[in-house]
């Protein structure tokens, strides 16, 4: 059986499970089991070996105990003490909850590793206040989905622990890698954030008196746990203290240690709930990975990424047209596919490419990291803009007046860093 004739029947079948409205997990392992059958090559314990082996893997205990650090803090009040904090640091500065949104999503963004954490936590609390104080709810919504797509390109970032597991590449390389590209993107939001609220003079109108908000020492003094878990985290990663596995173990009891015993946010009775709730996040997230792996590696033995490989190489392996390609490709799978399933499906397919072309896999990391952070904030996925527009009590599509001209900025930034490879390049060479 040719390898096209392969590539057709696997995406065929996987179509007919979508279209059946298959969950995605299980049209992924159905489809490759079904190609495992005809072809008759593959031994059917190879299904087991590999549905057991691509989740019995030490990095990937980072991704349950960093969800679990994510809801702690969310429930805790570290998103709160942050909020409280740049609110006396920004807010004589013009589009200042803005600013605020943006720099407490990107340090919120260093402690949980992700974007939809990240949004309901600083979302959470930022939309109504920019709401009550004169921001269009649309526009709220739509600065705040955005900063939360921060949460997989900052480190801790699961994308990232997920892609250096599929891609054999060091996780805690892509950590120090994603963290100039990070602020890249939290300055260009800055930017827009001004633009936008000059025009709409957003800021003139309904301000409230700032006679009950804390002053800077005083928020200082209130975040000072919040501002130190980015710290202890990151800190224990690159000071080679601990591994990222161990640090989000250390994360977890952090937040848990802060939310009940210091900030006495979380009751010891809604524990059980929150860690349910965690659980059920993480077993989801690691059915996923154990049924695209299998799909995955399915593929890799019939060489079908080989074959596509092949064919983007030759129509140019110029590494300038081959990234634009891929950008284009990944920004269209980030429109419809949630993030952690691209990053598992595609990251075997995308990675002999660049390879092929002389391409950083650290880099193409941080490329494909931000491609599929444009998704969360792209319709019409958007995971992000979802949990924002229910936070605004808004329909879906009221955001698109703001979200077009935030995503174009996004754009721009996203060929700054696929084609200066420095950004990404420049921390990791250092730290070596």
Not at 271 to 294: C, D, N, Q, R
């Amino acid at each position: 059986m040719s390898t096209l004739s392969i590539a057709l029947i696997i995406i065929g079948v996987l179509l007919v499970c979508i279209f059946l409205n298959v969950p995605l997990a299980f049209s992924l392992f159905i489809s490759a089991l079904v190609l495992v059958l005809i072809d008759g090559t593959i031994p059917l314990s190879f299904v087991t070996q590999t549905l057991f082996g691509s989740t019995d893997s030490f990095p990937l205990l980072a991704i349950p105990f960093f969800i679990l650090a994510g809801d702690l803090m969310s429930s805790g009040g570290i998103a709160r003490k942050l909020v409280e904090f740049l609110n006396g640091m920004f807010d004589s500065i013009k589009g200042s909850l803005g600013i605020i949104t943006i720099f407490a999503s990107l340090i919120f963004a260093a402690i949980s590793g992700s974007g939809a954490a990240t949004v309901a936590a600083i979302g959470g609390i930022m939309i109504p206040y920019m709401i009550k104080n004169g921001y269009a709810p649309s526009y709220a919504a739509s600065l705040s989905a955005s900063a939360g797509a921060l949460g997989p390109i900052i480190p801790p970032s699961i994308v990232f622990i997920l892609y250096g597991v599929m891609a054999n590449v060091s996780i805690s390389e892509l950590f120090i890698a994603g963290i100039l590209p990070g602020f890249v993107i939290a300055i260009a939001l800055v930017v827009v954030n001004y633009l936008v609220v000059k025009k709409e003079k957003f800021s003139e109108v309904a301000k409230e008196s700032t006679s009950d908000k804390p002053s800077f020492w005083k928020g200082l003094n209130g975040a000072k746990y919040s501002l130190f878990a980015p710290v202890l985290i990151l800190g224990g990663i690159y000071g080679g203290i601990v591994t990222p596995t161990e640090a989000a173990v250390l994360a977890a009891v952090y937040s848990l240690i802060i939310g009940v015993f210091v900030h006495k946010e979380i009751k010891i009775k809604e524990l059980p709930e929150v860690f349910m709730k965690s659980a059920l996040t993480s077993g989801t997230i690691l059915i996923f990975i154990g049924t695209a792996s299998f799909f995955g590696r399915v593929l890799s033995m019939k060489q079908i990424p080989q074959l596509i490989a092949d064919s983007i190489t030759g129509i140019t392996d110029n590494p300038i047209f081959v990234l634009l390609l891929i950008n284009i490709f990944l920004l269209i799978v980030g429109m419809f596919m949630e993030t952690i399933a691209a990053v598992v499906i595609f990251v075997p397919l995308l990675l002999p490419i660049i390879l092929q072309v002389g391409i950083d896999p650290v880099h193409f990391g941080v490329i494909m990291s931000v491609n599929l952070s444009l998704g969360l904030v792209t319709p019409p996925l958007g995971m992000n803009l979802f949990i924002a527009s229910k936070v605004a009590n808004i329909p879906f599509e009221k955001t698109f007046k703001y979200i077009f001209t935030i995503i174009g900025a996004l754009l721009i930034v996203l060929l700054i860093i696929s084609y200066v490879p420095q950004l990404s390049l420049f921390l990791p060479q250092l730290m070596k």
